[in-house]
Nanobody, 127 residues
C-alpha cells in the first residue's frame, strides 16, 4: 500500500508564493501519473494539476494555469506544486494523488481516476 505524505502548507498573504511537496513511500510514484487536488470547506474536491508518469505532460485547471507549476523528482519519490501569485480563493486543503493505472498520459481530472491519496495539507491565503 503506497503512502503519500503532503507537506509545505500554511498561512500566506495574497500575492505570495508557496511550494507543496508530496513524498511517496518506496518507489511508489515510478510509472504513475500524479496529481494535486484541493477542497475548500463545503465544496467538492477539485482538480488542480497533473503530471504524467514521465513528466512529459502537465495539465492545469483554468483557475491556476499560469500561476501554479507541477513537477516531479522520481529519484526522490516526490511531486511538487509551486504556487505563485496566490489568491484568497486558493484557500483549501490540498491533496496529492496517484493515478490508478500505470503509464497513462491523457487528461485525467476526476478524483475517481486516482487510487491513492495523501492526508492533505491546509493552505490559507489571507487578503
Amino acid at each position: 500500500q503506497v503512502q503519500l505524505v503532503e507537506s509545505g502548507g500554511g498561512l500566506v498573504q495574497a500575492g505570495d508564493s508557496m511550494r507543496l511537496a508530496c513524498t511517496a513511500s518506496g518507489r511508489a510514484i515510478n510509472g504513475y501519473g500524479m496529481a494535486w487536488f484541493r477542497q475548500a470547506p463545503g465544496k467538492d474536491r477539485d482538480f488542480v494539476a497533473r503530471i504524467s508518469w514521465n513528466g512529459g505532460r502537465t495539465d492545469y485547471s483554468g483557475s491556476v494555469k499560469g500561476r501554479f507549476a507541477i513537477s516531479r523528482d522520481n529519484a526522490k519519490n516526490t511531486v511538487f506544486l509551486q504556487m505563485n501569485a496566490l489568491k484568497p480563493e486558493d484557500t483549501a486543503v490540498y491533496y496529492c494523488a496517484r493515478d490508478s493505472l500505470l503509464y497513462r498520459a491523457g487528461v485525467y481530472q476526476s478524483p475517481g481516476e486516482y487510487g491513492s491519496w495523501g492526508q492533505g495539507t491546509q493552505v490559507t491565503v489571507s487578503s
